[in-house]
């Protein structure tokens, strides 16, 4: 599912979300998790967001490659596993078969981790796995517990969107000076006022 988070055109750029989640109860997280980047980029930004059940990339080989590209080409990446009781080496498989991120791009994976029962017995498995996820797609890596009281503030993405954004900046051409306005044919300037 592809939802904008804002709808106003943006003029700092676009940035892309792509959520992974396993358990059905995960929807609430990402969607908290995905307003709250779209509130720390700011009203500037374009953000859109898609979210799907680790079922749905593992359908068919068609599905898997395709949500795989747009995975790959996501500033963000949000991983979310509920429980932590088994080990899922299916999402991380799957994760294996994104492109990293092109050498100048800066990206973000984040994982949710966790629940309310607070069973973490593959904690440690679930986050190297992530964190080698994230170094072999070019991406930062920042987890959050989502235990009680997980959605009460937002410090701990603070930092890492204020990177994301910078980073992702567009480049704007700069105006031109009197001087190389002047030193154009006559031709060129009035083609580019009439554009």
């Not at 994230?134 to 235990?147: D, L």
């Not at 954004?165 to 009035?190: C, F, G, K, R």
Request: net charge negative.
């Amino acid at each position: 599912m592809r939802t904008n988070l804002f709808s106003e055109p943006g003029t700092g750029g676009k940035l892309h979300l792509f959520s992974i989640y396993t358990d059905l109860g995960d929807y609430k997280r990402i969607k908290w998790t995905t307003n709250a980047i779209a509130r720390l980029a700011g009203h500037r930004w374009l953000c859109s967001s898609e979210m799907w059940k680790l079922d749905s990339l593992m359908a068919n080989k068609p599905m898997r490659e395709m949500l795989a590209g747009d995975g790959g080409k996501a500033n963000v990446l949000i991983v979310v596993v509920g429980s932590l009781e088994q080990r899922r080496p299916d999402l991380i498989e799957w994760l294996d078969t994104l492109m990293p991120l092109d050498p100048g791009r800066f990206g973000l994976l984040i994982g949710l981790l966790g629940d309310e029962d607070n069973q973490a017995r593959e904690l440690d498995w679930t986050a190297k796995q992530l964190i080698r996820c994230a170094h072999q797609t070019n991406r930062k890596f920042i987890w959050h517990w989502m235990g009680h009281h997980d959605m009460d503030d937002t410090d701990w993405l603070t930092e890492s969107v204020e990177m994301l954004v910078t980073s992702n900046q567009p480049v704007l051409e700069p105006p031109m000076l009197p001087e190389a306005v002047d030193a154009l044919p006559v031709s060129s300037v009035i083609r580019a006022n009439a554009a």
